[in-house]
């Protein structure tokens, strides 16, 4: 297991045409396109165990293709290179301790991303407008096919356009964006998820695809957009746009950039849900793997800023309508699902709640699994056809397929379920009056915004100075229907609704969406599913309300010790609790709740509600985010680990390092030759190669770490080779500008081609065989080292939270004897190695024993 330097010998040559590099430096790139890659040996069963069934204390099981794919991403390590050159940078830099330039950065991507919110939600909402318009007036003028024709048509239109933009130009652009955020700030490298045209389709193909009718939503869109807004703009710099300002360049850098992307990612579920507390709260929660205190005040600035510009520009326009109001915060614009009248909350309401929290703990696993089935007989459909134009085919037409029946069903099945007649309750008897539009001695009614389909619009007149009568009807079906997924949620949350929903339309729109959610969400179309969660959700509590209402009848008096039984307060617990059986996220979803819906009074149910789906779903599923990472094989690590070891949990803190490094280790010198790098970069994988140096009694130790990438890039400077001679001394001072670090130290290979023929060139041209480069003034002098013993569970918490992309395992001499990268600790790796160690010891302890049997009895131990 000792670890040798490396020789030129001990790593075999290629021909050139076999070693070309890619534009992360490595020689491997992950799938451009994760939704037509399939896996071939994928031969587990349908319900198997640490697959898409899978507790939250069972690490995923990968088949060996996947795995290889696990290894064909790049990690980020988010600590810049504590080398020469880094320092010498430094000094030429202002003061880090002045942060003004930091939050000014933070104000100005929670102004964007607020603005690109507004603007979005503007045209979402003019795109829906339109459509059902005319789709009422064509039903009222009862031309019924017409307005069956005119919906699909539209819908077709527009979700064509959604998902040949992403198909076709984008394909990092489509879904939600948030495993692939989740997975770069966690430290992988993710391939044109922040780029400017991926930015412009997520944008387009989101408004085309939500505005349209699509069952999805905006808001997983949005924490992409807002991420990359981060990216972009912290940089001041787009390599697409040949723009490279020279402003706040001191943020230049993986870890600054890394912040800025984590608030771009809060202030867009601020600017989409208007809840800046539970935008911190969710990049926090879920998306962002690294936190301290001064972040949380940054990102808590940005997400102000981001809410706030949203509501400034809310508050004054309509369809892009200036209303003259500029700067009045109105309630039905500001808060997206405002109930205006609370109720009070009683000790028996948790028991209806506890309920609810196993309902959704139940169906947010259901939605997961059901969610990550589909999207894999997706891709095991795509993978075995080989014509491009065909499998691209296939994924523009499944989209226009689900918009078809959409339409199709939004038009016809409302004709199923008869027109249903206004109700209200009597306010001196507090019976049911049917026909009657309002009583105002009682506040139990039916909305008046509630669509009427093809049901008759009837006449109003007053039976007395309460009452309003009426023979109009409605169809409820339509109601939840027709219109955008917030409007049906605000029908479902509205309080004193009791008798405008029956069962049978509550049930038939729950298992509608239901299905046509979890496949809509997997397509090729930018689209999220946080606000469709809320529907499902809001779909069966409000179900649970109405059985409290038929067992032990209404109660409208405020007093009343039983007036917590409104189904519209069931209905957001109900929300609540699917939101989090889903996403499993207890902190960001009972906030945003609070603030979609300024009912602070049943903050308690709600929390109850989170927490018990959430431990009902942990027992069948992993979280919706962190099982499409699994299924997109994008390296993950969890907060904490859980591992099994023959079905068993077991202490990390039982095992040390060395059980989980890899060994051994390719190490280099600090002053190497040429063709040695050269053919070191051209024939193997790893990303980061320890370096040793000598000591005075000649032995190696460890001495720092570079990396591929950087090695890369100074083999490009052909200037700083050298002759065969001693090494230069380390107190010599070295000249490097800040051109050449910003050379030197890049996120990719601008033109990886030819940085593979130079390097094929220094193995083959004899002028470069005697060459040496001097690496001491680029090695990572502060690279992280653990020694053999040291606590696995440690290991594990530390590479984590700092963001470390290789940890070298040294012995009590300081001699690399492994390494350790993301890839080692990710669960199913633990699990597997440790079981080798597991086996290894009963085998020790089985032979030790039957040493001891043999040293005792003349026994003949052959047999």
Not at 13 to 37: C, E, H, I, W, Y
Request: contains cysteine; proline residues 4%; negative net charge.
């Amino acid at each position: 297991m000792s670890a040798e330097p490396f020789s030129e010998g001990s790593v075999p040559r290629q021909r050139r045409s076999q070693t070309m590099l890619q534009k992360s430096g490595g020689r491997v790139n992950p799938p451009t396109d994760d939704a037509t890659f399939y896996v071939s040996d994928d031969y587990y069963g349908f319900l198997e165990t640490g697959r898409d069934f899978e507790p939250i204390y069972v690490s995923h099981k990968y088949t060996e293709e996947e795995k290889e794919t696990l290894s064909s991403f790049e990690s980020l390590d988010y600590l810049p290179s504590h080398s020469d050159v880094y320092r010498k940078w430094i000094k030429r830099q202002k003061p880090t301790g002045q942060t003004f330039d930091a939050w000014l950065v933070m104000g100005f991507i929670g102004f964007v991303v607020g603005l690109i919110g507004f603007v979005m939600h503007q045209l979402i909402e003019e795109v829906a407008t339109w459509k059902w318009r005319y789709a009422q007036k064509y039903l009222e003028e009862e031309r019924m096919a017409v307005a069956c024709v005119f919906t699909v048509g539209y819908n077709v239109v527009f979700i064509l356009f959604s998902v040949c933009s992403v198909v076709f130009l984008r394909p990092s652009a489509g879904g939600s964006g948030i495993p692939e955020v989740t997975g770069f700030l966690n430290g992988t490298l993710m391939r044109h998820i922040f780029n400017v045209r991926t930015m412009v389709v997520k944008f387009l193909s989101c408004v085309a695809a939500v505005g349209s009718g699509f069952p999805v939503g905006p808001e997983g869109p949005m924490i992409h957009l807002g991420a990359l807004v981060g990216a972009g703009l912290s940089q001041f710099r787009s390599e697409s746009l040949r723009i490279n300002l020279p402003m706040f360049e001191r943020f230049r850098n993986p870890m600054d950039r890394r912040n800025f992307i984590s608030a771009g990612a809060a202030a867009g579920v601020a600017s989409a849900f208007g809840s800046p507390v539970g935008g911190l709260l969710f990049s926090m929660e879920e998306v962002s793997s690294y936190w301290t205190t001064t972040l949380s005040w940054q990102i808590f600035f940005c997400c102000m800023l981001a809410t706030f510009t949203t509501d400034l520009f809310n508050s004054a326009f309509h369809g892009f309508e200036f209303l003259g109001s500029f700067g009045q915060f109105k309630t039905e614009r500001y808060i997206l699902f405002n109930i205006d009248k609370g109720i009070d909350v009683n000790i028996v309401m948790f028991i209806p709640t506890v309920v609810i929290g196993v309902i959704g703990g139940f169906l947010g696993a259901a939605f997961t699994i059901l969610n990550l089935k589909i999207a894999r007989a997706r891709k095991r459909i795509l993978a075995g056809i080989s014509r491009l134009w065909v499998k691209n085919s296939i994924r523009v037409l499944e989209p226009v397929i689900i918009m078809v029946s959409l339409g199709i069903f939004s038009i016809f099945i409302p004709m199923a379920f008869s027109c249903t007649e206004f109700t209200c309750m009597d306010g001196t008897s507090d019976t049911v009056r049917h026909g009657c539009w309002n009583d105002t001695r009682n506040p139990v009614h039916v909305e008046s915004v509630v669509a009427r389909y093809t049901c008759p619009l009837g006449a109003r007149w007053r039976v007395n100075n309460d009452t309003w009568m009426t023979n109009g009807t409605y169809n409820e079906v339509a109601t939840l229907l027709f219109g955008t997924f917030e409007t049906a949620v605000k029908h479902l949350f509205s309080r004193d609704t009791h008798l405008q929903f029956g069962y049978l339309s509550l049930f038939t729109v729950l298992c509608f969406y239901f299905v046509m959610i979890c496949w809509a969400s997997g397509t090729s179309v930018s689209c999220g599913t946080l606000v469709p969660m809320l529907l499902v959700g809001g779909l069966y509590g409000r179900m649970i309300g109405l059985v409290l209402t038929s067992m032990f009848g209404i109660f409208t008096d405020v007093n009343s010790y039983w007036r917590w039984m409104d189904p519209g307060a069931f209905a957001l617990i109900g929300a609540a609790s699917f939101f989090g059986g889903v996403t499993r996220l207890a902190l960001a979803v009972t906030v945003i709740m609070m603030e979609l819906t300024n009912d602070v009074q049943v903050l308690l149910p709600v929390m109850v509600s989170v927490m018990v789906a959430k431990w009902v779903g942990d027992f069948f599923t992993h979280p919706i985010y962190h099982a499409l990472l699994e299924l997109k094989c994008i390296p993950f690590l969890e907060p904490e680990p859980r591992v099994a070891v023959e079905k068993k949990p077991v202490n990390l803190e039982l095992f040390s390092a060395r059980d989980v490094m890899s060994s051994p280790v390719i190490t280099i010198h600090t002053r190497e030759l040429v063709p040695v790098l050269a053919n070191l970069l051209l024939n193997t994988k790893h990303g980061g190669f320890p370096v040793i140096k000598r000591g005075d009694q000649g032995a190696p130790f460890f001495y720092g770490i570079i990396t591929r990438l950087e090695l890369s890039m100074l083999l490009m400077f052909e200037g700083c080779f050298e002759e065969e001679g001693l090494e230069i001394e380390e107190e010599k001072e070295i000249e490097a500008t800040w051109i050449e670090y910003e050379q030197f130290y890049v996120e990719k290979l601008a033109n990886p081609i030819e940085v593979s023929e130079t390097l094929n060139r220094y193995m083959d041209e004899p002028k470069y065989k005697d060459l040496y480069i001097n690496l001491t003034p680029y090695i990572n002098q502060s690279a992280f080292s653990v020694p053999e013993k040291f606590s696995l569970q440690r290991t594990y918490v530390l590479f984590r939270t700092l963001g470390i992309r290789h940890l070298t395992v040294v012995d009590n001499m300081n001699r690399v004897k492994g390494i350790i990268s993301r890839k080692d600790l990710m669960g199913h790796n633990i699990e597997e190695k440790l079981t080798k160690v597991w086996q290894q010891t009963l085998e020790g302890v089985e032979r030790l024993e039957l040493r001891d049997i043999a040293g005792s009895s003349p026994v003949d131990m052959s047999v």
